[in-house]
Nanobody
Framework: QVQLEESGGGLVQTGNSHRLSCAAS????????MAWFRQTPGQEREFVAA????????YYADAVKGRFTISGSSVRRTVSLQMLSLKPEDTAVYYC????????????????????WGQGTQVTVSS
């Protein structure tokens, strides 16, 4: 079993930067992919960014490409999300996700790929 814990949520002004972190505990060495998703009230949880430890690949949603960067430690299985130039539409609860199942790149954007989820952390971008 793996537990995920996010940290770093808060209130940020438009245009500013912010960083989220996620730490995996339990048996994180089995994890192949880790990702960030976000969700706003009444909306489905949407993909933000993902990282594949074995290949070192990173993947981004079009809405955040060029502004957000996912990175982390493949040994400790910690992952961060550096967010630049934040916009009010980035306001959401951000969830860390992970899976011990190896998937092709086309599937790392899918919620169904991930079998471990954190509790979420709120990021609010004020206009």
């Amino acid at each position: 079993q793996v537990q995920l814990e996010e940290s770093g949520g808060g209130l940020v002004q438009t245009g500013n930067s912010h960083r989220l972190s996620c730490a995996a505990s339990g048996d994180p060495s089995t994890l192949y992919h880790m990702a960030w998703f976000r969700q706003t009230p009444g909306q489905e949880r949407e993909f933000v960014a993902a990282i594949t430890w074995s290949a070192g690949g990173t993947y981004y949603a079009d809405a955040v490409k060029g502004r957000f960067t996912i990175s982390g430690s493949s040994v400790r299985r910690t992952v961060s999300l550096q967010m630049l130039s934040l916009k009010p539409e980035d306001t959401a609860v951000y969830y860390c996700a992970a899976t011990n199942r190896r998937r092709i790149p086309a599937l790392v954007r899918s919620r169904d790929t991930y079998n471990y989820w954190g509790q979420g952390t709120q990021v609010t971008v004020s206009s």
